[in-house]
């Protein structure tokens, strides 16, 4: 049975920090390429991150870039996104994903298994 949990969230204020990790059992953590996504109330779920499987490459949406740092252990089966300068807006329930063989990172239908969200809040 495969499980992604999240955790590390909660209330910060603008300009704070937070890390979220995801770990991972049941999958060869190494093969699958993760993703964390955010979902604010109302709104779709938007890709935020992705790092390949060995953790050569990263990708980032255009409002986290230069702000958030994906990146993995996959010796402990989990990766972290470390975010800086946090905005109010960042304020959303995050997930991570993993998936296998995925070309557009981007993507959440590409993604074969999802965690249960971890709340992030930003206070102005």
């Known amino acids: 049975q495969v499980q992604l949990l999240e955790s590390g969230g909660g209330l910060v204020q603008a300009g704070g920090s937070l890390r979220l990790s995801c770990a991972a059992s049941?999958?060869?953590?190494?093969?699958?390429?993760i993703g964390w996504f955010r979902q604010a109330p109302g709104k779709e779920r938007e890709f935020v991150a992705g790092?390949?499987?060995?953790?050569?490459?990263?990708y980032y949406s255009d409002s986290v870039r230069g702000r958030f740092t994906i990146s993995r252990d996959n010796a402990k089966n989990t990766v972290y996104l470390q975010m800086n300068s946090l905005k109010p807006e960042d304020t959303a329930v995050y997930y991570c994903?993993?998936?296998?063989?995925?070309?557009?990172?981007?993507?959440?239908?590409?993604?074969?298994?999802w965690g249960q969200g971890t709340q992030v809040t930003v206070s102005s």
């Open positions: 049941g999958l060869t953590f190494s093969s699958y390429v």
């Open positions: 790092i390949s499987t060995r953790g050569g490459n990263t």
């Open positions: 994903a993993a998936g296998y063989r995925i070309i557009r990172m981007n993507v959440p239908g590409a993604y074969d298994y």
